[in-house]
């Protein structure tokens, strides 16, 4: 895998590089303006040539347009990419409608994004997360006939608790848990982590940098326009509270020769060999940086200092990513 070290989806799962591309932003994110399409697609392909092969992507993203991008990134280029699917948000408008997991909405999802990503099989298929409005049997066991059909090689789930993922592992052996994990969200430790590594599952962690907070860039107040300001942990007091950690976490940063979104990337690369930083990316710029993040190493006092500053629940306020 080039210059990247790898990482096994599962106990019998897939070998994918241990860092993985988000494609979220080079589409449309809340009716936001479309990234530049030709820079987007350059990224894929340096990702791919500096062995990044683990790209993430879902059905929803930009109505279809991510999708669509990187099947034109990967056009020739199939053997080199492994592609990870989310399937069952509804939006429309740019407003969230809901979920459906309905078997029957599934078979209609995956023949859409196979004709969009321009492939014959999907590697890594995974609900965007569970509701309950379907049973988590009926969903996995579908995912499971869509492995039997060729059109899906490995069964990913995203955004559940720790019994549902029992339950879909009951159903059919799940190789990876997609998850926001980062310095400032880790409820997952308490219960659903301890699952996913006792069954072996490999763990996809994307906001890293939990929304920026952990970048070291924001100020307070937030924009009036930023979409953020909606969610409790950017408003008023929580927000200076929260950047008074994240100075500790600068601090670090520069005491080290690194930046503090590199140092976040590399602390989840930390919580165990089975963990995959998820990074979005929509220019190559990023690249460099992302992927020296793979490489920075921590003293137990460094990782005591941002376990200690960092602690669950630590960050006030709460976002979407709270369960």
């Known amino acids: 895998m080039k210059n990247t ?10 070998i994918v590089s241990r860092l993985g591309l988000g494609c979220m932003r ?15 697609i350059a990224t894929i392909h340096e990702a791919l040539d500096s062995g990044i092969n683990f790209l993430n992507t879902g059905d929803f993203y930009g109505a279809g347009h991510n999708e669509m ?8 280029r ?9 399937f069952g948000a509804i ?4 407003q969230w409608l809901g979920l459906d997991l309905r078997p029957m909405a599934m078979k209609n999802f995956i023949n859409y994004s196979l004709t969009r990503l321009g492939i014959e099989t999907i590697d890594l298929y995974q609900p965007c997360r569970m509701d309950g409005s379907v049973p ?52 997952i430790e308490r219960d659903l982590l301890p699952v996913a590594k006792e069954l072996g599952l490999g763990i996809i962690a994307f906001a890293n940098t939990a929304e920026g907070l952990l970048t070291g860039d924001l100020t307070a107040p ?21 950047l008074e ?13 690194c930046t503090p979104t590199q140092l976040a990337i590399a602390w989840v690369k930390e919580q165990g060999e089975q963990v995959m930083p998820l990074v979005s990316m929509s220019r190559r710029s990023r690249l460099p940086e992302n992927l020296a993040a793979m490489d920075i190493a921590f003293t137990t006092e460094e990782l005591n200092t941002l376990n200690t500053t960092f602690a669950i629940d630590a960050i006030v306020g709460g976002t979407y990513l709270q369960r």
């Open 245 to 257: 950690r994240v100075e500790v976490l600068k601090q670090l940063a520069k005491a080290k020769g």
């Open 136 to 187: 988590v049997e009926d969903i996995i066991g579908t995912v499971a006939d869509l492995i039997k059909e060729g059109k899906v090689r490995h069964i990913g789930v995203s955004e559940i608790n720790a019994d549902q993922l029992r339950q879909a592992n009951s159903v059919y052996p799940i190789s990876a848990l997609e998850i926001g994990y980062s310095l400032a969200d880790r409820q």
């Open 222 to 242: 937030l924009e009036a326009n930023d979409h953020r300001n909606h969610f409790s942990r950017f408003q008023g007091d929580n927000l200076k509270q929260n």
């Open 5 to 14: 070290t790898t990482i096994q989806l599962g106990n019998n799962g897939p």
């Open 91 to 94: 939006f429309h408008n740019g």
């Open 69 to 76: 991008l990187i099947g034109k990134a990967i056009k020739n």
């Open 78 to 86: 199939r053997d080199e990419a492994f592609i990870s699917v989310k």
């Open 26 to 40: 080079m589409s449309s994110i809340w009716g936001g303006p479309t990234p530049d399409e030709n820079e987007a």
